[in-house]
Structure formats: C-alpha cells, structure tokens
C-alpha cells in the first residue's frame, strides 16, 4: 500500500525488487516498506463495526440452548456475540467477548478459573448466585458482578427461582491474543462452604464513604464483588441533581474499586450512564472498545453514521475511534446504559485520546 506523502512508504514495485522480497520469504523475513502503511495508520482502523443486538430476537435462542445442551455437557450454556469483523477471535468488538448465559432453577455450573478477566449484568430472573473465592452473592435483574482472573467461580439458581439470563462480558480475545490464558476446573467440581455470610463483599465494601479500618486487601481488583442496581441509579439521580453532566455522556459515573478508586479489574472497566427524559448528547470518539447494555428505558445511538434504535436489555457496542452519541426517546423517563470496556488497558498504556466532533452542532449526519 502506497501513499504519496513525505514520510510514508512509497515504493514502486519492479523486476528486481519483487525477486527480493521473494528471496527473504525463504528467511521469513520481509520488506517493512511493504507493509509499513499498513500496520502503522494515520488514525485507528478497527476491524470491528457497530452491532446492535436485539434481546427480542436472541431471547427465545437463548432458552432454546436449555432443551439442547446441558450445563454439565456444555459447561457453560452460553449464545455468544459475534462481531462482523472480528469472528475470527469470537470478539464482541475489538478484544472483548460478550454472551447471553441461561441456567434454570436447580442448576449449578462447574467452578473454575481463568486468567480472562469476566463479568455478569443481570438480565432477567430470580434465585441466581455466584460463589467467587468463596465468597457468595445473590443477583438481581440490573445487578453488576465481577469474577476478576484467576479467582475460583461458579454460578447457580436456587431451587425456588426462576429462569435466569444474564449478559457475560470477558477479556478472553485480548488475553489469548498475549498467548497468556490459561483454564482451571476446580478439583472438586464445586467449591465447599467457605462460611462467609452470603453477600459479605458488598456489605463489608459497598458503603459509600466508608471502609473498614482493618481492611487488609491487596489484590489488583476490586473486592466488591457485586455492585447492586438500586444504590447505582440512586447515586445516578443524585447526581444529575448537582450537575449538568457531560455533553457526549450525559450523567456517566464509573464503577471502582473501593481500595484504590480506580477501574474495578485491571483489563475490563465499567459504568452506568443515565440520559435524562429527552437527552440527546453531542457526538465524540475515542479510543478504547466498548460494549453497551440497555438498562433502563429505551432510545438510540449513532454510531459512524448510522442509527441504532434500543429499548431495555438490548446490546451494542461502539468499535475503538467511532464517533458515537446518544439519546433518550422518552420524554418522561429516564434511559440508563451499562457498558464495560478495555479502558484500564488503553488507559494503562498511555494510548488514550479523544475528540469530540466539531460540525454540524456537534452531531453527525446519519446514512439513509
């Protein structure tokens, strides 16, 4: 790939300097010229593109996979999200995986380990768990749950409850792509009773100003393991009563750890965003993947130009450097969205940049 600019790679092919890069494939070895434009861009290329998941349309799929597949022969019974573009890692957008997870009262998964990095936001049922380290959690619709890389986890729903689904969010692409994962099943299929109180993470770490004078945690991810929905859009209205919020995010506000204030594992971060009755935000880009689920309420994104309509429990995620915005189609109500990203990773790096866009009123045109 040429370019006809100072600085870049612009070299004409001929005779001889094809018989050369010939003779350097028997090394494996190349020409960087050749490629030089290619693997080093201008601006961000992301092989991803914006998906909109529908939650009424993989729905009745998800609870089919139950009559198919057992938990115990699957492992997971889980319908992943597979992005156009990035099929080839099972990849959401960029390096993160997203699937929608069913389990039916009485059944338990196997627990295990790994060093991907995961998540689960709650999306519908009564009587699900998660056990991580031990520690045990009840979950509710909305609900945010970490089992961060290396802990020992499994997920159930108890006898009495309902059928659960619940959006799964991990790092797998990115850390097979470091060729650094590794797969545990625990030895003894479950983990025994630890004799922690149900729910202590969250009651010892989830008090708002607070922490516990002896605390001795050391880890690099948070130790709240679950972060429940009702104290997050509490905190979200208090907040949209104190601030204009952001004109490309309208009331954003991160999930974090409560040792550090910091993102809540060291390859995923999360928030929840709440766009007040008739909000319609500028639009920006930066870098970073991310993926987004409808929590509250129902309205659109543009993403690169085209428009994406949602409404509660749906899924879309916005590819690294794509101008995006946001609105609440409701004149009433609020609309909230959950996302997780690879911002931790970005942000670690020093690759973090953004801009917001500067014609038309600060939103794009939209593809007919």
Known sequence: MRENTVGRANVEDTPELKAYYKDLEKYEAGALWTVANKIEPWAPQSASVPVLWRYNDLREHVLRSVELVSPEKAGRRVIYLNNPGRRDVSAAVGW?????????PGEVATAHAHSASALRFIMEGAGAYTIVDGHKMTLGARDFVLTPNGTWHEHGVEGNGTVCIWQDGLDIPLVNALEANFFAVHPKVQQED???????????WGNPGLRPADSRWSKGYSPMFKYEWEPTYESLRKYAAATDGSP???????????????HVMQTIGA??????????TKSHRHTGSFIYQVA????????AG???????????????????????????EDACLFCFNDLPVIEGLGFYREEAYG?????????A
């Open 96 to 104: 993160l995986y997203s699937g929608l997870q069913v389990m039916h």
């Open 194 to 204: 630890s004799g922690y109180p149900v729910d202590d993470m969250t009651k010892t």
């Open 248 to 262: 490309y995010d309208g009331i954003l506000m991160n999930y974090v750890n409560p040792i550090t204030g910091g």
């Open 271 to 280: 928030s929840m965003q709440l766009l007040r009755p008739g909000e319609k």
């Open 296 to 303: 509250k309420g129902r309205g659109y994104s543009i993403i």
């Open 306 to 332: 085209k428009r994406f309509d949602w409404q509660e429990r749906d899924i879309f995620c916005v590819p690294s450097w794509a101008w995006h915005e946001h609105g609440n189609a409701s004149d009433s």
């Open 359 to 367: 014609d038309n009123a600060g939103h794009q045109p939209v593809a």
